[in-house]
C-alpha cells in the first residue's frame, strides 16, 4: 500500500513563498504528481517528477527526493488566485492499472 | 474542445434507489478512473479501465459497478444507493504512461447527495 502525508492548511501572504511539503511510502514508486484544485472546482495538473532533483515552470516549482520519499511544491510570487488546494499524488508500478494515489490535500489560503 | 465531461452535475438521491453518473471524454484516453472525493480523505480510487472492455477495482469499490463499452464512455453504477456513498465523484482520463507522463485529466465532478 501506499501512505501519503502532507499538512492540512497552510497561510501565507500575497507575494511571498509557500512551500507545501509531502512525504510518501510506495514499494514501486514511478513519479509523483501535483495538482491544483480550487473550491467546487476539478483537479488540474501542476507538475510532475519522476527523477531526483527541481523542475521549474514559472511561479511553481517541484522537488523530488527518492531516497528520502519527499516532495515539495514551492509557489512563488503569491497571487490571490492562488488560493485553492494542492494535491500530491504518487504512482505505483506494481499497483493494478499503474493508478495514481492521492494525499488529503493542503489548503492554502493567500491573504492580502 | 470538450476533454471530458460528466452527468449529472449534482444529484439528491433516495437510499435504495439505483443511480449511474455518466462520463465521457472525446480525446481517445485509453484510461479511465472514477475517484469519489470526501473532506479529509482526499481522492480514493473507485474503479478504472486500462482499456475498452476491461475494468479493475480500485481502492474502494464495494457497491458500485462500472462496465468499458468502447473508448469514450465509462458509466459509473451505484446499484442500491446508501448515505455513505454521499460524495463528489470525479470521472478522469489518461492517455496511459507509454503516450505521457500519465497525468490524468479530470471531468468537473458529479456532486451526489444520497438520503
Known amino acids: 500500500g501506499q501512505n501519503i502525508d502532507q499538512p492540512t492548511e497552510m497561510t501565507a501572504t500575497e507575494g511571498a513563498i509557500v512551500q507545501i511539503n509531502c512525504t510518501y511510502q510506495?514499494?514501486?514508486?514511478?513519479?509523483l504528481f501535483w495538482y491544483q484544485q480550487h473550491a467546487g472546482e476539478a483537479p488540474t495538473f501542476l507538475s510532475y517528477?519522476?527523477?531526483?532533483g527541481l523542475e521549474e515552470k514559472g511561479r511553481f516549482s517541484s522537488f523530488l527526493s527518492r531516497s528520502k520519499g519527499y516532495s515539495y511544491l514551492l509557489l512563488k510570487e503569491l497571487q490571490m488566485k492562488d488560493s485553492a488546494s494542492y494535491l500530491c499524488?504518487?504512482?505505483?508500478?506494481?499497483?493494478?492499472?499503474?493508478?495514481?494515489?492521492f494525499g488529503g490535500g493542503t489548503r492554502v489560503l493567500v491573504k492580502p | 474542445i470538450a476533454g471530458i465531461t460528466q452527468a449529472p452535475t449534482s444529484q439528491i438521491l433516495a437510499a435504495g434507489r439505483r443511480m449511474t453518473l455518466r462520463c465521457t471524454q472525446d480525446?481517445?484516453?485509453?484510461?479511465m478512473y472514477w475517484y469519489r472525493q470526501d473532506l479529509g480523505l482526499g481522492l480514493r480510487l473507485i474503479h478504472y479501465?486500462?482499456?475498452?472492455?476491461?475494468?479493475g477495482k480500485g481502492e474502494v469499490p464495494d457497491g458500485y459497478s462500472v462496465s468499458r463499452a468502447n473508448t469514450d464512455d465509462f458509466p459509473l453504477t451505484l446499484a442500491s444507493a446508501v448515505p455513505s456513498q454521499t460524495s463528489v465523484y470525479f470521472c478522469?482520463?489518461?492517455?496511459?504512461?507509454?503516450?505521457?507522463?500519465?497525468?490524468?485529466?479530470f471531468g468537473e465532478g458529479s456532486r451526489l447527495t444520497v438520503l
Open positions: 499524488a504518487v504512482r505505483d508500478r506494481r499497483a493494478a492499472g499503474n493508478k495514481l494515489t
Open positions: 479501465s486500462n482499456t475498452a472492455g476491461t475494468t
Open positions: 480525446m481517445r484516453h485509453n484510461a
Open positions: 517528477n519522476v527523477l531526483d
Open positions: 510506495t514499494s514501486g514508486f514511478n513519479g
Open positions: 478522469a482520463s489518461s492517455p496511459g504512461p507509454a503516450q505521457s507522463t500519465g497525468e490524468l485529466f
